[in-house]
């Protein structure tokens, strides 16, 4: 059923006196908002956040899909999953609306696809079913299809939810997982489209590209193939965020690819309760000359990883807590591989200091301009040479450690 002709033949849909600013192809214009029966609606299963949740319902049916021609039965599946996502922010709309209603309009195409406004959808089919006064959602309709116009739809959903002042408290995996998909996978769009809608720095998106790679990349590691669900439980963004930046300091790919593999395994095997700090430790490695060491190491370690793993189609949420970070031998194997190549990088560090501060007191004084010293008056020049003074004085006794 197309909303704006037999949605409205039908009584399903009634417009209202309501309009909502829209930006469509740059152009910012009112569009008129509508009532539509609940019934006539359904969750956009390319949203980025449904579409992780989505993953989750795939591993756990046999890679099978939610049907969707069960429009009912597949708004429950996605519906449930809203709910446990964020309890207390359901509750707190939920409560709001029932005050005083649905006060911001969604925006839906015509097919019924929600494209704006899940949230809301979802508190009001909660609420419809005790009280029939909630049972339609108010909302923009637009005359297009996900199949002609995917591209433009894309880019107004971006430009809703993340480029406008009050952004979604978007999960940063499902973010990752929209960037993936819509950039990297389908190409849908350019990086530069996707920072324009968003209003993001080129810069920023370019990075968290990069991140989108490597969860990508971690979740074929554990044997679980775009089970991006997984990547969300584990919370796996700013730890990866944090490698991203490591594997900047890496002379040769192969040193990338050592350390990549190396925080992949403390990361599934979670050697830290705080593993982005902990990460962030492996900078110190990184160049020095433990590095080689070290990374042999982990190295041997991360093959243990890799024959612990269930098969592809057993690892999920479950099988990382129960089975493969419960190996306490191996978590603490990696452990002590990091603590002892960071002790041999601050010893390391301390018997350097003298010859770091010195490279540094030299630097400031090759900086000092001569030509100032004849502009001084005679209290100045009193002054620096009682410093100079205490200068030899302090290369002498340096010396006499020699």
């Not at 609606?41 to 890679?63: C, K, M, P, V």
């Not at 939610?66 to 809203?82: G, K, L, S």
């Not at 968003?198 to 590691?221: C, G, P, Y």
């Not at 949420?317 to 493969?324: E, F, G, L, N």
Request: hydrophobic share 35%.
């Amino acid at each position: 059923m197309n909303l704006l002709k037999e949605g409205i033949e039908n009584r399903v849909v009634i417009k209202t006196s309501l309009t909502r600013k829209l930006t469509i192809d740059g152009i910012t214009s009112p569009y008129p908002v509508y009532k539509i029966r609940l019934d006539q609606l359904f969750y956009n299963d390319q949203n980025d956040r449904i579409a992780t949740w989505i993953s989750e319902y795939r591993a756990q049916h046999d890679g099978k899909m939610p049907d969707m021609t069960d429009r009912e039965a597949y708004n429950n599946i996605i519906e449930q999953f809203i709910v446990e996502s964020n309890p207390d922010a359901i509750k707190k709309t939920q409560n709001n609306i029932e005050l005083v209603e649905q006060r911001e309009p969604g925006v839906v195409l015509a097919d019924g696809r929600i494209i704006d406004g899940n949230r809301r959808f979802t508190c009001l089919r909660k609420l419809a079913a005790k009280n029939d006064r909630f049972s339609y959602f108010e909302a923009v309709v637009l005359d297009r299809d996900i199949e002609s116009s995917a591209k433009e739809i894309k880019m107004l959903e971006l430009a809703i939810q993340h480029g406008e002042e009050s952004k979604v408290d978007y999960n940063p995996v499902d973010r990752l997982v929209g960037i993936y998909n819509d950039v990297i996978d389908t190409k849908l769009l350019s990086e530069e489209e996707y920072a324009r809608v968003t209003n993001e720095s080129l810069s920023d998106v370019k990075k968290r590209v990069e991140v989108a790679k490597l969860m990508i990349e971690f979740l074929e590691f554990i044997n679980a193939p775009k089970q991006f669900f997984i990547a969300r439980d584990m919370q796996i963004y700013y730890p990866l965020e944090e490698l991203s930046k490591i594997m900047k300091k890496c002379r040769t790919e192969d040193e990338a690819e050592d350390i990549k593999i190396s925080v992949f395994s403390n990361i599934l095997m979670q050697t830290s309760t705080d593993l982005v700090r902990y990460i962030r430790h492996f900078k110190s490695i990184v160049g020095s000359d433990y590095q080689d060491a070290f990374l042999e190491e982990q190295r041997e370690l991360a093959e243990k990883v890799v024959e612990i793993l269930p098969p592809v189609g057993k690892v999920d949420t479950a099988a990382v807590r129960d089975i493969i970070r419960t190996n306490e031998e191996l978590v603490g194997e990696l452990d002590r591989s990091v603590e002892k190549a960071l002790t041999k990088v601050k010893k390391n560090e301390t018997r350097n200091r003298p010859i770091q501060q010195v490279e540094k007191a030299t630097a400031f004084l090759e900086d000092i301009d001569t030509h100032i010293i004849d502009k001084m008056n005679d209290s100045e020049l009193r002054r620096l040479e009682r410093q100079i003074g205490k200068l030899e004085e302090i290369i002498a006794e340096l010396r006499e450690k020699l």
